[in-house]
């Protein structure tokens, strides 16, 4: 149980580097007026979505097993994890709407400055902060 404990948070880890980065890539697209630049960015932006969805979904499986195979969370006294289960959601969320606005770049799409994707930038670090929280302090 242990391995798998250690490689969930290495790989919960690794999303949330991905999660922090992609957006500093729209800040830079959202301000990038030559085209050759945007075409770079956008494809960084692709490979790292890519690689960064390949990392939550292990992440999710090693988490899954744990709350399943090793009833970790489970029982009375755990509501501490269905909350850190809303925020997995809510992290879920916040990856797929990286890849909706991913999409809108590559279209030539984008309507939003600068300053709301730095903005959307700070969310995983507030959803980072909630589920740790929930997983060390277990308040209810």
């Known amino acids: 149980m242990l391995w798998v404990k250690a490689f969930h948070i ?15 890539i729209y800040v830079n697209l959202a301000q990038q007026p030559d085209h050759a630049v945007q075409s770079t960015l956008v494809a960084m932006g692709r490979r790292l ?10 992440a999710i499986a090693l988490g899954l097993w744990l709350y399943v195979g090793y009833g970790i969370g489970m029982g009375p006294g755990n509501g501490w994890m269905h909350a850190k289960l809303f925020f997995v959601l ?9 890849g909706g606005m991913l999409r809108k770049f590559e279209q030539g799409r984008n309507t939003r400055s600068h300053r709301f994707y730095r903005w959307f930038n700070e969310i995983p670090v507030l959803l980072l902060v909630a589920v740790v929280l929930l997983v060390v302090l277990k308040p209810f």
């Open 10 to 24: 290495v790989f919960v880890t690794s999303w949330f580097a991905g999660l922090f980065y992609l957006p500093r």
């Open 49 to 58: 979505y890519r690689f960064t969805t390949m990392l939550a979904v292990i």
């Open 90 to 98: 809510l992290i879920i969320g916040y990856h797929h709407a990286c």
